[in-house]
């Protein structure tokens, strides 16, 4: 059903006259051009396409608009600042944490939601937490290196 749909979306409100059963993914993608939340298996696994609603990673292919009225959405290009990179975009740079960078900002915003809930985590919890995103090139290591890194830097403010 076609309707009026308003979201908070990387601090700024959407308002959109769209069919709430569209999937939050094309609506990212194609209607608000923000193509930095990838399409990749379609079937919520990959999670190429996570968005952060209401400070909980989301698989954006598995999300109907319907499902975040008047919620917070944040994606990949709400995650740094005006001036300067997230201190998670800065790690994945300096440890090497991408290849292709297809997964990378699914794989940001989980550890973003991680990293929120718990700031020290334990290697295990990292690897436990980043374990249902994957990465074809491999960098699983250098992903979580580059986590560790930002959870051992910070003050438990991301």
């Known amino acids: 059903m076609k309707r009026d ?13 769209a069919d709430d059963d569209r999937i939050l993914l094309w609506t990212l993608r194609t209607d608000l051009a923000l193509t930095g939340t990838k399409y990749g298996c379609g079937e919520g696994i990959c999670g190429a396409c996570t968005v952060v609603i209401n400070g909980t990673a989301h698989r954006s292919c598995r999300v109907a608009l319907k499902e975040v009225i008047g919620a917070d959405v944040k994606t990949i290009e709400g995650l740094a600042g005006k001036d300067q990179l997230h201190p998670l975009q800065q790690a994945f740079i300096d440890y090497g944490g991408f ?8 794989m940001l915003l989980d550890a973003y939601v991680l990293l929120s809930d718990e700031p020290h985590p334990s290697r295990g ?20 290196d580059a986590i560790e890194h930002v959870s051992a830097q910070t003050e438990g403010q991301l």
């Open 5 to 17: 749909i308003e979201f908070k979306l990387n601090g700024a409100l959407v308002s959109l006259n």
């Open 99 to 106: 290849q292709c960078g297809y997964c990378t900002s699914g």
């Open 125 to 144: 919890t990292i690897i436990a937490h980043m374990d249902h995103n994957l990465c074809r090139c491999g960098a699983y290591q250098r992903i979580v």
